[in-house]
Nanobody, 123 residues
Framework: QVQFVESGGNLVQPGGSLRLSCVAS????????MGWFRQAPGKEREGLSC????????YYADSVKGRFTISRDNAKNTVSLQMNSLKPEDTARYYC????????????????WGQGTQVTVSS
């Protein structure tokens, strides 16, 4: 059974940082591109980032480029998202998920994802 468990969400002040982690089980993370997306109440799902399988190339939405960094540790079956310079508009529930990206293409095609972790940016 594929399972992702996200953690690291919290309440943080604007300008602060958080690091989200996602641990996969029942699943070999090394075989998939992995991504993060977020969803806020009343808003559409927003794909944030993806990291490819082969060369670890990364992709970012314009809204988070330069502030967020995705990484993966295949040995630990984990993927992380370092978030800096957080803004109130980053408030949402954040999910890790399987995705499709590589060779200059990012599909934002999510097949499996976890329960998410809540990030709230407020003073």
């Amino acid at each position: 059974q594929v399972q992702f468990v996200e953690s690291g969400g919290n309440l943080v002040q604007p300008g602060g940082s958080l690091r989200l982690s996602c641990v996969a089980s029942g699943f070999t993370l090394a075989n998939y591109a992995m991504g993060w997306f977020r969803q806020a109440p009343g808003k559409e799902r927003e794909g944030l980032s993806c990291i490819s399988i082969s060369d670890g190339s990364t992709y970012y939405a314009d809204s988070v480029k330069g502030r967020f960094t995705i990484s993966r540790d295949n040995a630990k079956n984990t993927v992380s998202l370092q978030m800096n310079s957080l803004k109130p508009e980053d408030t949402a529930r954040y999910y890790c998920a399987t995705d499709i990206c590589g060779a200059g293409v990012w599909e934002r095609d999510y097949e499996y994802w976890g329960q998410g972790t809540q990030v709230t940016v407020s003073s």
